[in-house]
C-alpha cells in the first residue's frame, strides 16, 4: 500500500506510515501541498509508481559466510524467521538493509566473507520466479582498509533508516 499525502497542517506520518510499512509500500509526503510547486513531482512519482514493474507474495533469505551473521534486518517487510523476510510486494525501486556481525569469538575472520539472497516472488503475469545474488566482500585488516572502502551514499541511506526504526 502506496501513501501519498498531501498535508496542509500536522500529519502523524509515523503512525499512518505502519500500513506501508507492514505491505512493503512508501510514503510519498508533499508537505504543505501546492500544485504549482509539487505538482510536477507527485505526477512524475504517480507515473513510476503506476507504471514499474513488480512482484507479490515475495519472501527473501539472506545467508553468508560461516563466521558471520544478520543481526538485523531495516526496511519495509514482515520478518518470518531470523533469515527470512515475507514482502507483500517489491519492485526495481524496493531495497533493503541489514548489519552483519562477527559471530565466532576468538577466531580471525576471513579474507573474503560472501553473502547471499535469494528473492522468491510472482511476476504481475503470475509467473513464479527467484533471484539469487551472491557477492564477494574483502574484509579488512585495518582501520584505514575500512574507512577507504566507505561508500558514503550507502552509509548515509542505512544510517537514516535505523535512525527511523528508533
Known amino acids: 500500500c502506496n501513501l501519498f499525502v498531501f498535508a496542509q497542517q500536522f500529519a502523524d506520518l509515523a503512525t499512518i506510515g505502519v500500513l506501508a510499512e507492514k505491505t512493503s509500500g512508501e510514503v510519498f509526503y508533499y508537505p504543505s501541498f501546492d500544485a504549482r510547486v509539487h505538482g510536477e513531482q507527485f505526477a512524475a512519482d504517480l507515473r513510476r509508481d ?3 514493474q ?5 519472501v527473501m533469505r539472506v545467508r553468508c559466510s560461516a563466521g558471520f551473521k544478520v543481526s538485523k534486518f531495516y526496511g519495509n517487510f514482515l520478518i518470518r524467521g531470523h533469515d527470512l523476510l515475507l514482502l507483500p510486494s517489491v519492485n ?6 541489514l548489519d552483519l556481525v562477527h559471530d565466532a569469538p576468538g577466531k580471525e575472520a576471513p579474507d573474503v566473507l560472501y553473502i ?3 528473492l522468491l516472488y510472482t511476476t504481475q503475469n503470475g509467473e513464479r520466479r527467484i533471484r539469487v545474488n551472491t557477492i564477494a ?8 582498509q575500512v ?6 551514499d550507502t552509509l548515509c541511506n542505512v544510517l537514516a533508516k535505523q535512525a527511523v526504526q528508533k
Not at 92 to 97: C, F, V, Y
Not at 137 to 144: L, N
Request: include cysteine; charge should be negative.
Open 116 to 118: 547471499q539472497s535469494a
Open 50 to 52: 503506476l507504471t514499474r
Open 137 to 144: 566482500c574483502p574484509i579488512g585488516s585495518t582501520t584505514q
Open 92 to 97: 526495481n525501486d524496493t531495497t533493503l538493509s
Open 147 to 152: 574507512v577507504d572502502s566507505v561508500d558514503i
Open 54 to 58: 513488480g512482484g507479490f507474495e515475495a
